[in-house]
Nanobody, 125 residues
Framework: VQLQASGGGLVQAGDSLRLSCTAS????????MGWFRQNSGKERELVAA????????YSADSVKGRFIISRDNAKNTVYLQMNSLKAEDTAVYYC???????????????????WGQGTQVTVSS
């Protein structure tokens, strides 16, 4: 099982980036896919999640109205469109997959079994 994340980079405040996470090795149709981010010395925090089967999405308050999570079933890929980026969005972004998440527990990283390698997003102010 592999989650391959890509799309990070260095941008200026106000710019946009799109992260991609391609899943392989098993069927994820019953899974929840999440994007987390982490800075050095801080806990990993959920940015957004999507339930693959229904398309239901959940977003952290800090990114609502700016970030959009989506999926492409044909490509087995989940995207995180990040708009109006801020310096505080700077972090390593990880995609993850969980079969254990229920409503109310999307933000618990301990429930995500599979993790991608992380991609760095740096926003300069």
């Amino acid at each position: 099982v592999q989650l391959q994340a890509s799309g990070g980079g260095l941008v200026q405040a106000g710019d946009s980036l799109r992260l991609s996470c391609t899943a392989s090795g098993r069927t994820f149709s019953t899974y929840v896919m999440g994007w987390f981010r982490q800075n050095s010395g801080k806990e990993r925090e959920l940015v957004a999640a999507i339930r693959w089967s229904s398309g239901f999405t959940y977003s952290a308050d800090s990114v609502k109205g700016r970030f959009i999570i989506s999926r492409d079933n044909a490509k087995n890929t989940v995207y995180l469109q990040m708009n109006s980026l801020k310096a505080e969005d700077t972090a390593v972004y990880y995609c993850a997959a969980s079969s254990a998440v229920t409503s109310g527990s999307y933000s618990n990283p301990g429930l995500y079994r599979y993790w991608g390698q992380g991609t760095q997003v740096t926003v300069s102010s």
